[in-house]
């Protein structure tokens, strides 16, 4: 039931987002040790360090009211129940802004 709320949340808040690819081949393989992660760093990891959380929820502002659900999970895996609001797209630009820190 989380899974559906969580998946209805992030589809009413997404403005406009393609298809999630099912295809993570693309992907950078996890940074080196204590470098964040979309593929392998979980979320509850990532709010942490202030700076990524920010970029985080810069990135998707209606994330932080599903901290407590997603907590273990990464952004790769909440991806699929985003129902497009996390697209390949998005967690690229979500990588990109933690490769920065």
Do not use: C, R
Request: charged share 20%.
């Amino acid at each position: 039931m989380k899974t559906i709320a969580i998946a209805a949340a992030l589809a009413v808040a997404a403005v406009s987002a393609p298809a999630f690819a099912q295809d993570h081949a693309n992907h950078a393989p996890a940074a080196a040790a204590g470098k964040l992660s979309v593929e392998s760093t979980p979320i509850g990891e990532i709010i942490k360090n202030e700076k990524a959380k920010e970029a985080l929820e810069k990135a998707i502002p209606q994330i932080p009211q599903f901290y407590d659900q997603i907590a273990t999970m990464t952004l790769t895996q909440i991806a699929p129940m985003s129902q497009g609001a996390i697209d390949d797209a998005k967690l690229k630009e979500i990588q990109a802004e933690f490769d920065k820190l």
